[in-house]
Every structure is written in C-alpha cells, then in structure tokens.
C-alpha cells in the first residue's frame, strides 16, 4: 500500500506579541536589570494585553479594553479611539474633552493623514492642550483613528502615535483575517452539503419506497433515521460539535446505507469512550465514511467492509476510516487534493483536509493511504483541546 499525504495549504497567521511575550517572560532573568531591559519588558508585555481585545475588530467593547494599555504605551495623558462614525473610548485626564474627540478626528477620518492639533480649555489645570490624531486602517481603508493628548505634540509624541496605531492597524488586520476564514468555512460546510446531499438523499428516498409495501415498519425506521441525519447535516449553527454527535450522525448514514446495500456492506467500530467529547470540526468524518462507500465500495463485487477507528493518543485524538474497496492511484488521489485536476470524486476528502488544516494548521491535515485494488486508509489527528474549538 502506497502512503499519500494531503497537501492542501493554507497560511497560518500568529499573534506574535504574546509569544515574544512568553520568550521573554522565561528569560527575564537573563534580561538584567538595566532600564532599557527593564523598558523592553514592560512594552511588550502592555502590547500583550492589549493585543486579545482588538483581534475582535474596532468595537466600543475592544477598543474600551485595549485602551488604557494603549495610553500607556505612548504615556499620554488621554487617548481617544474613533471608528468612521463616532467615538469609541476616550481613555484618562480631561474627559470632558471626550465630546469633541470625534470632532478632532474628522479631518484624518476624511483624508487619511496625521493631524497635530492645539485643544482650547478654560481649566488652567487641565493637562490637555494639544492632540496628535493618526488614522487606523485595514487594508488600505481609514477605518478609524487614535488621538494621543497632552500638554505637547512632540516629535516623540507623533512619532509613537504612528507606531502605536501601525500596530493596532496589524491587530485589527488579524481580525479582518480571522473574520474572512470564518465566513469561508461557513461556505465550505455548505458547499459540503451540497454536494453530499443529492446523492445520498436519492438513494435513501429509493430505499425507503423500496419497503413501504412489504415492510412498512421498517421503512418508518429508515425515514425516521433520514430526518434525523438530515436534520443535523443541514443545521445552521456551530462550526464544531462533538465526535459523540459527529459518531451518532454516521451511524445513521450507515444504518441508511446497510439498507441499501444488506450484507454486502459490513462496518467495525472501535471507539475509545475517552475521546467522545472532543470537539471537531462540523461534518469533518462523515465525508470520508461517505467517500468510502460512494467510491470504494459502491463497485465492488461481493462483500464490502469499513472500520472506523477513535483512539486516546495523549493530546491528541486519532481516528481513521477504512475500506476494503477499489482504492485510487495515489497521484491521482494528490493531484486531486492539491488542485491540479478536476475532482471526479474526492471533493469531500478535499474539503475536509482543508479544513482541517485551516483549524489546527498544516501539521493536521488528512494522511491517505490507497492504491489500485488495494482499498483506502484515511488517518486523522485532532489536538484535544485548541484554541478557539469548542462545541456549542
């Protein structure tokens, strides 16, 4: 049996500040303690804090987060953070200045440039005199502004206004991104469910007409057990749920589908009770449990059989989905996965690998082992536990 790894990629992008933040965290000692080692610590460790509120994008709630850590990066007195329509947060001394922060951003709001303004108060007290206001953008777009206040519009002042606000503009650039992959996984599932869907639906529509006069009761079952697969297939919320319910979801499937086929298809399953809550990804195994019946046994002559496998791995949990069946030439199989060739089959297998990859990287993705009348393995590594993956 020939071993093929797929090889859909996708860009992993990394909020760098914390990591950095970790390095230095475990190395502080070797840091010192002079005042510019001191001086790096504290700055990395306040665009650590304020990085996580802003990956949510320009709202009221993130930018309110985010603000006061902000302000102490540039040491101002008071900061101010617009979207394109009003004020978000006004942050430190003088706020009531805060009802004409968005005013001081219009003109930066419209043309996209750094403004230096002098700020008129009748407070002799009042440590806000002049504003340095630079626009935040994503890609290429003024979305908002940040306004650093004080008693002067220094150079320095300016200068790490630009700084601050280049940064913020890479945070709220990560959100953009963040946002993007989550609508195009939105549209994956669908696009899954459309292609899943007609094929699969037929048949079991034909199976059941099949019982309907010699075996009413059994044709109840089936279409019991057909609107309960299609009602989780087609639901519209979460993009992740449990092995458990993704498990119980292709029990159904097959119960459709050894309706169809009697004992010409035969199923093992082993599955660990440890790694039934784990979450993963919305329909990310019953497409390759699908794939192996569509184009692995479907034209096979005599008995088929499938074995699906979930074990506890450490950190880890691993699954794999095997047949008997005709297998593919492996470069075919590649080329199909990467791209190259139109997918006469193996849209699914695809999908899922892409996925996979986009959730929990590159290091994830479906590992296939197949080839000419030698029947497919197709091996999947989950992580327990990840970042952002939950079942709702």
Same mark, same amino acid.
């Given at each position: 049996?020939e071993?093929?790894?797929?090889?859909?990629?996708v860009a /992993?992008?990394?909020?760098?500040p914390a990591?950095?933040?970790?390095?230095?965290? #475990? =190395?502080?000692?070797?840091? %010192?303690?002079?005042p510019?080692?001191?001086?790096?610590?504290e700055?990395?460790?306040t665009a650590?804090?304020?990085?996580?509120?802003?990956? !949510? *994008?320009?709202?009221?709630? %993130?930018?309110?987060?985010?603000?006061?850590?902000?302000?102490?990066?540039? &040491?101002?007195?008071? $900061?101010?953070i617009?979207?394109?329509e009003?004020?978000l947060?006004?942050?430190?001394e003088?706020?009531?200045?805060?009802?004409? /922060?968005?005013?001081h951003?219009?003109?930066?709001?419209?043309?996209?440039?750094t403004?230096? @303004?002098s700020i008129?108060?009748?407070?002799?007290?009042?440590?806000?005199?002049?504003?340095?206001?630079?626009?935040?953008?994503?890609?290429?777009?003024?979305? &908002?502004?940040?306004?650093?206040?004080?008693?002067?519009?220094?150079?320095?002042?300016?200068?790490?206004?630009?700084?601050?606000?280049g940064?913020?503009?890479?945070q @709220?650039?990560?959100?953009?991104?963040?946002r993007?992959?989550?609508?195009?996984?939105?549209?994956?599932?669908r !696009?899954?469910?459309a292609?899943?869907?007609?094929? +699969?639906?037929?048949n079991?529509?034909?199976?059941?007409?099949s +019982?309907?006069?010699?075996?009413p009761?059994?044709?109840?079952?089936?279409?019991?057990?057909?609107?309960?697969?299609?009602?989780?297939?087609?639901?519209?919320h =979460?993009? +992740?749920?449990?092995?458990?319910?993704?498990?119980r979801?292709?029990?159904?499937?097959l119960?459709?589908?050894?309706a169809r +086929?009697g004992?010409?298809?035969?199923?093992?399953?082993?599955?660990?009770?440890?790694?039934?809550p784990?979450a993963?990804?919305?329909?990310c195994?019953?497409?390759?449990?699908?794939?192996?019946v569509?184009? &692995? $046994?479907?034209?096979?002559?005599?008995? %088929?059989?499938?074995a699906?496998?979930?074990?506890?791995a450490g950190?880890?949990? #691993?699954?794999?989905?095997?047949?008997?069946?005709? *297998?593919?030439?492996?470069?075919?199989?590649r080329?199909? $996965?990467?791209?190259?060739?139109?997918?006469?089959?193996?849209?699914?297998l695809?999908?899922?690998?892409?996925?996979?990859?986009q959730?929990y *990287?590159?290091?994830y993705?479906?590992?296939?082992?197949?080839g000419?009348?030698? *029947?497919?393995?197709?091996?999947?590594?989950?992580?327990?536990?990840?970042? %952002?993956?939950?079942?709702?």
């Amino acid at each position: 049996m020939e071993l093929l790894v797929g090889i859909a990629v996708v860009a /992993a992008i990394v909020a760098v500040p914390a990591i950095v933040l970790w390095r230095v965290m #475990r =190395g502080r000692r070797e840091l %010192g303690t002079s005042p510019a080692e001191r001086a790096t610590f504290e700055t990395l460790h306040t665009a650590s804090l304020a990085g996580p509120p802003l990956r !949510a *994008g320009l709202t009221a709630d %993130g930018a309110d987060r985010a603000s006061r850590h902000l302000r102490r990066l540039l &040491g101002s007195p008071a $900061l101010a953070i617009t979207d394109g329509e009003r004020l978000l947060v006004y942050d430190g001394e003088g706020e009531h200045h805060a009802g004409e /922060a968005f005013e001081h951003a219009r003109a930066t709001l419209g043309d996209g440039r750094t403004q230096v @303004l002098s700020i008129s108060c009748d407070l002799l007290e009042c440590p806000i005199r002049q504003a340095v206001v630079v626009p935040l953008t994503t890609d290429d777009r003024v979305v &908002g502004t940040l306004a650093a206040y004080g008693q002067h519009a220094s150079a320095g002042l300016v200068r790490a206004a630009q700084e601050v606000a280049g940064w913020v503009d890479s945070q @709220l650039e990560l959100a953009e991104l963040d946002r993007s992959r989550t609508l195009l996984m939105e549209a994956e599932v669908r !696009a899954l469910r459309a292609q899943i869907s007609p094929h +699969f639906i037929y048949n079991s529509l034909t199976t059941i007409a099949s +019982f309907v006069r010699t075996d009413p009761e059994r044709a109840r079952e089936l279409l019991l057990e057909f609107a309960d697969f299609t009602r989780y297939s087609f639901r519209r919320h =979460g993009e +992740f749920t449990t092995l458990a319910e993704e498990l119980r979801s292709i029990d159904r499937y097959l119960i459709l589908e050894r309706a169809r +086929f009697g004992d010409q298809l035969q199923v093992t399953l082993r599955i660990a009770p440890e790694v039934l809550p784990v979450a993963v990804p919305f329909l990310c195994l019953q497409p390759l449990v699908e794939n192996a019946v569509r184009h &692995g $046994l479907e034209s096979k002559d005599g008995v %088929g059989r499938i074995a699906i496998m979930a074990e506890d791995a450490g950190a880890e949990c #691993r699954i794999s989905v095997e047949d008997d069946g005709l *297998g593919m030439d492996p470069d075919r199989l590649r080329r199909i $996965l990467a791209g190259e060739i139109p997918p006469a089959g193996g849209v699914g297998l695809a999908n899922v690998d892409l996925r996979l990859r986009q959730v929990y *990287g590159d290091e994830y993705g479906l590992v296939v082992e197949t080839g000419r009348g030698a *029947g497919t393995k197709v091996n999947v590594r989950l992580p327990k536990y990840h970042p %952002g993956v939950s079942a709702r």
